[in-house]
């Protein structure tokens, strides 16, 4: 009995260690159009829901090779709750953060809830570190998945942006159905693992 015991207790950690995975997986939005005169669709930069502890997340706005966040609205996301909280945590280069925004145009596509203002347009970013807390205690965040929204204008995230190539600033967003979820099989096969040893267990019980 007591092997039976062991065996379960470490098919339920097998379990637990995927809900977990399945929490900490990051959420990645693409930002892949602009009004940028010729350069509309392209690979801007990315912005990736990293971590979720209890209801804080940690959102990092990350700029693709050739781009620069910029100015004002630098960063804005749209977000999956009426209430929360933000902090800012960091970006490089430092020192530069001037203050949140919030119910934030962002030129061409709509308003999305919180924007992160710099203090220098001069100051060229390659990223920028935030976090944000739902505090609607009605409507939990389960997953990273859960922390954006789409906007009026059907957008989760934009930025300002400065464009190398032709010296211009202007904004980008995520297109449409552009999300990523990495997983790579492991929590997948975790969950069938677990599964398929209690299933084991079961039958073993069930012939004695």
Known sequence: MKKYTILFGA????ILAFSQNARANPFTSTLNVSNLAGLE??????VTVLTLFGQTATIHFKAASG?????????????????FTEAFVTESPSNN????????QVDGWGKFDLAVDQK???VHLTSIFFTV????GAHPWAHP??????NANGFDAAAHIFATSTGKTGFAAEGHGIHVVPD?????ALLGLGLAGLAGIRARFGRN
């Open 120 to 122: 220098s347009s001069s």
């Open 97 to 104: 953060f001037k203050a949140f925004a919030f119910d934030q």
């Open 67 to 83: 781009f620069f966040f910029v100015d004002g609205s630098s960063a804005a996301v749209e977000l999956n709750t009426d209430s």
């Open 41 to 46: 669709t392209g690979d801007f930069g990315t």
């Open 11 to 14: 098919v339920c950690a097998v």
């Open 133 to 136: 807390t739902n505090t609607d």
């Open 145 to 150: 998945a859960d922390v954006l929204a789409l």
């Open 184 to 188: 790579g099989g492991a929590a997948a």
